[in-house]
């Protein structure tokens, strides 16, 4: 029974089993379109069917499914809908616009852009907005410049076209005979009569909305086949609007009930009205089917295109600012940064680049850089170095004397007297020990692989300091010393004492071509030392030279930044290194002899020894065989300056490398010439300066302990030493305050400043100036007088920042203030400027720039080009207040007459660039400013080019589209972007120097279409 009902069980799994698999076969039916065995076209939607699949084309493509093919909206009747030009893409289309356009809404129609709304279009005086276009105008008195732009002052008499009569519509240019010859801006003919000169269609779009014609007559307009022409001749309306504007509003309002009705009775099609489409109708066999062009999505109506706007997704791809168009969108970029090609991505500028930028040191970083000075100099005009005077300010904190000198200054002490280990105090010489002199600096030179080998030694009182960029010096030694009126050194060392002082000395100064490339002073990697230790001992080496200098200087300077001075850079010159030395040679008196040679005798035997011994040093360093030893390490001018330091992996004395970059020892390190790297100063010494070879030792009386600090960065960090406020015999611990009407700002003094005028501090121990009970309370601009006890104004060239002090700081380099009273460091203006410029490439730039300009300073330059060559300038942007009733001014003109020719005149700020050419082959420039309100000023770069070019780099100029995007303006004012191509245009085989890729990194798309067309125009026979 049991086996019964198990076999009808299992009878019934296998009908339930197979009902079950029966009803699921459809299920795993194959679906073609979802796994991709369909044969549809890739531009096909693929459609289920009961059993099958259909293949239907995309919008935008033609065809039965398996086969597709893009439509070409732009063959199709009235040019795909766009009044200007139709842009076809895969499966859509684009409508674009002329210049001086913008799309419509509808993404068909193209509106005229009123340019004068941004900045005025650019024009100094007035800005006429016209169809597709603008213009700008003068006021009375003046006439339009060459650039179109800026205006320039009328002459009732003088040279042709700076006659208010000179008759010319646009441009007017003097003939070689001297008569007149009249010129169009670009997109105008000149007409019969020589003078006036008549629109095309190539300039505006002929002022036409739509569709521009040139006829005999003039551009005639017409409009698209949707559109009529209005009674101005020029503007285009719709045709249903014009039909609305010219009835009654009750009549049209039910004639258009009446169209949607029969709209709605009649199956739409696209020949009536587009089928309500606002841009592109396809009739299918449901009705029409409506779409829009790319930049636009169709609306819930399905008739109705709406912008994008690509911003508010990503921010358009847009690394930086995002700007939304009709039809598209736009990116920018930060002040700062530039947009690459990509017209997406954004690349900080790199300032440091252009060598122009700092006088030292530039450190570039994003947006932005900063300029750093050398020890011994502070900033003035934003990114100028001037040497501090020191002395000016509480005499240099010296005792008795000090001198002020190029990065530093030096104490020095009246006779009878020496300087303390302080370097600012003095003490009695009498009864002192004699210091022992160093070890002088030596020359010793041999043959040796046929030709001279010289090699310089220097044991001690080596420093090594840098100064612009690819330049350095090195001093080895002390110089002229110890006068016999006063005692004082050039570096701050202590005299070697009155007998040296007597001692005759030779000093000389000679120039040496060191290479063609830039100056690199790299640690050697030869033996060298061994080499010299052999040379002594071995016979065979027989020194031609073997001279013990008292003093001696190199500094290195890279021929290619001195050359290229503020001026501009003269045909012919080389990038090269030189080095200038200075000796100082103590003459032997033991060759001294009452019979046969007197002490002028001896001196010009040391004088031809030194002459010769300078050509066989520069023997030595044309062969490449000079080598410097010092600080225990072995130096030699680098074999190869033809490649950055950098890409050697070796760097100058007391460099670096980290990274790819060579960085100086900072304070407090030494360069270890063994270990190869910066090292921390031992206890006992210190360093105060960046990439020196070694440590200087912390002063200190003899038997003291030495200091157990590491890494020192200057005296006061050695420890022991009286602190501020305090003094002591020896300027070391213990110390005494200083006493009520006195001060000490400093450490380590063996004595205290008076107040002055018996004046008294309010404590002991007083620090500062400040803290004497003065009269009256100065406030800064002035100082206190401690005979008179009154505030007086800082004479001119100096300034004070501070309240109540005594002095004023003289202003850094060959700078001085516009007026007395001056509270700021940034009131101290440079004020050279002028000259003869390059012929090839220059600048011409105020003085003091980046920096306010000086008052009441005229400055005159001239460019005179070599033959066959013209000027053009760009003017990137210029900064004239205009409070002053055109008091600033600059001026460019053919001379220095006031009726010559002008080719560009400006009295106020303008932000936006302007390039144009010279409107005479020379030039005569002229700033000049008044007494009233300063500005920054201006920094213009001009190139002379072959006039061969003139016609298409005068196209280039005048066209507005140079000027319409923002980018484009950025280009105008990026030095290096500016520097490439005044590179070429002044020499054009060096475009050759820039590589395919680094020519299409540098501009953005839009640039090089624009600047493409017009090569190709000017190519055109």
């Not at 400055?859 to 004239?880: M, Q």
């Not at 007459?897 to 106020?908: A, F, W």
Request: proline share 4%.
């Amino acid at each position: 029974m049991g086996a019964i009902w198990a076999a009808r069980d299992f009878c019934l799994f296998l009908l339930l089993l197979n009902s079950r698999q029966s009803a699921a076969l459809p299920e795993i039916q194959a679906d073609p379109c979802a796994e991709g065995s369909d044969g549809c076209h890739i531009d096909a939607i693929c459609q289920t069917t009961q059993g099958s699949y259909k293949c239907t084309c995309k919008a935008g493509f033609k065809g039965d499914g398996k086969h597709c093919e893009d439509i070409d909206e732009c063959d199709l009747e009235y040019n795909g809908g766009c009044v200007h030009e139709c842009n076809n893409i895969p499966g859509n289309y684009r409508c674009t616009c002329y210049d001086g356009f913008n799309l419509a809404h509808d993404g068909h129609n193209c509106l005229d852009v009123d340019e004068c709304k941004f900045n005025n279009g650019g024009c100094q005086h007035t800005c006429v907005n016209t169809m597709g276009s603008y213009e700008c105008r003068c006021k009375e008195g003046f006439f339009l410049s060459n650039n179109q732009h800026t205006c320039i002052h009328r002459s009732v008499e003088g040279l042709n076209c700076m006659n208010k009569e000179h008759g010319c519509a646009h441009i007017c240019k003097e003939t070689p005979k001297g008569g007149v010859a009249c010129e169009c801006r670009p997109g105008f003919e000149l007409a019969r009569n020589q003078r006036d000169c008549v629109l095309t269609c190539n300039h505006g779009n002929g002022g036409c909305q739509h569709t521009c014609e040139d006829t005999e007559n003039g551009p005639i307009c017409r409009c698209h086949v949707r559109y009529t022409l209005q009674p101005d001749k020029r503007s285009c309306v719709e045709r249903d609007e014009a039909t609305t504007e010219s009835s009654d509003h009750n009549a049209t309002a039910f004639a258009e009930v009446d169209k949607r009705v029969k709209r709605r009775l009649l199956m739409e099609t696209c020949a009536v009205n587009n089928g309500g489409c606002d841009c592109t109708c396809k009739d299918t066999s449901t009705g029409v089917r409506c779409s829009c062009p790319v930049g636009f999505t169709l609306q819930p109506d399905g008739k109705t295109c709406k912008d994008i706007d690509e911003c508010e997704h990503h921010n358009g791809g847009c690394e930086h600012f995002c700007r939304n168009t009709i039809g598209s969108f736009e990116c920018s970029c930060r002040k700062g940064f530039k947009l690459l090609t990509d017209e997406r991505s954004c690349q900080d500028i790199d300032e440091c680049f252009f060598e122009r930028t700092c006088d030292h040191t530039c450190v570039n970083s994003p947006g932005g850089f900063q300029c750093l000075c050398n020890k011994g100099y502070t900033m003035y005009g934003l990114a100028h170095c001037g040497d501090i005077n020191e002395c000016s300010v509480n005499n240099g904190g010296c005792e008795q004397g000090c001198e002020n000198t190029m990065g530093g200054f030096e104490c020095f002490c009246r006779p009878g007297y020496k300087l303390h280990w302080n370097r600012k105090d003095c003490v009695e010489a009498e009864g002192l020990p004699p210091a022992k002199p160093p070890t002088k600096p030596t020359l010793n030179c041999s043959k040796q692989e046929g030709g001279d080998r010289c090699f310089l030694t220097c044991q001690s009182q080596v420093h090594i300091s840098s100064g612009t960029e690819d330049s350095y010096t090195v001093t080895c030694g002390m110089p002229l010393s110890c006068l016999a009126d006063a005692q004082k050194n050039n570096s701050g060392l202590n005299c070697l004492g009155r007998e040296m002082a007597a001692v005759p000395r030779i000093k000389t100064t000679a120039t040496f071509k060191s290479g063609t490339g830039k100056c690199n002073l790299k640690r050697s990697q030869e033996k060298l030392r061994e080499g010299l230790n052999l040379a002594h001992s071995d016979s065979r080496f027989l020194f031609t030279e073997n001279v013990q200098f008292s003093y001696v200087s190199l500094h290195c300077s890279s021929s290619g930044q001195r050359m290229r001075s503020r001026h501009g850079r003269k045909a012919g010159e080389e990038d090269g290194s030189s080095i200038t030395a200075e000796f100082e040679l103590d003459v032997n008196l033991e060759e001294v002899t009452a019979e046969s040679c007197d002490l002028n005798c001896v001196r010009r035997r040391s004088e031809k020894r030194l002459r010769k011994t300078i050509r066989t040093l520069r023997k030595s360093i044309n062969r490449e065989q000079f080598h410097l030893h010092f600080a225990g390490a072995d130096y030699e001018l680098s074999k190869n300056l033809g490649q950055p330091a950098e890409a050697q992996g070796h760097c100058v004395a007391g460099q670096v490398l980290v990274g790819r970059k060579c960085v100086s020892c900072s304070v407090g390190t030494y360069y270890d010439g063994d270990q190869g790297r910066c090292v921390l100063c031992p206890a006992g010494t210190y360093q105060d300066e960046e990439g020196q070879m070694s440590c200087e030792v912390c002063p200190g009386p003899q038997g003291r302990e030495v200091s157990k600090v590491v890494g020192a960065r200057n005296m006061s960090e050695c420890g022991g030493q009286c602190s501020p406020g305090q003094y002591s015999h020896d300027g070391f611990t213990p110390c005494l305050l200083c006493p009520l009407g006195t001060y000490q700002p400093e450490v380590g003094r063996t004595s205290c400043f008076p107040c002055g005028g018996n004046l008294v501090t309010k404590r002991s121990g007083a620090f500062s100036f400040q803290e004497c009970e003065t009269k009256v309370q100065c406030s800064p601009g002035h100082y206190y007088n401690t005979s008179t006890h009154r505030c007086i104004r800082c004479p001119t060239g100096t300034y004070q920042g501070e309240f109540g002090q005594n002095y004023c700081v003289a202003c850094p380099g060959n700078t001085t203030t516009d007026f007395d009273g001056s509270t700021n460091i940034m009131q101290c203006k440079n004020r050279q400027c002028g000259g003869e410029l390059g012929d090839f490439t220059g600048y011409i730039e105020s003085p003091n720039y980046p920096g306010n300009y000086p008052a009441n300073v005229e400055c005159t330059w001239t460019i005179n080009p070599p033959p066959k060559r013209r000027i053009l300038i760009v003017v990137p942007e210029i900064y004239l207040p205009i409070e002053d009733e055109c008091g600033d001014y600059l001026v460019m003109r053919k001379s220095s007459l006031p009726n010559s020719v002008t080719t560009y005149e400006t009295c106020q700020t303008y932000e936006r660039p302007i390039a144009f050419t010279s409107r005479s082959k020379r030039l005569w420039i002229q700033f000049r400013s008044n007494e009233g309100n300063s500005g920054k000023g201006f920094q213009v770069p001009y190139v002379t080019y072959d006039e061969d070019y003139q016609e298409l780099i005068e196209d280039i100029v005048r066209d507005g589209r140079l000027y319409a995007s923002e980018n484009h303006q950025e280009i105008l004012k990026d030095k290096k972007l500016m520097k490439a191509l005044f590179d070429v245009l002044a020499h054009p085989q060096n475009f050759f120097n820039y590589t395919a890729q680094e020519s299409r990194e540098m501009f953005p798309k839009s640039f090089i279409r624009f600047l493409r067309s017009k090569v190709l125009r000017f190519l055109r026979p």
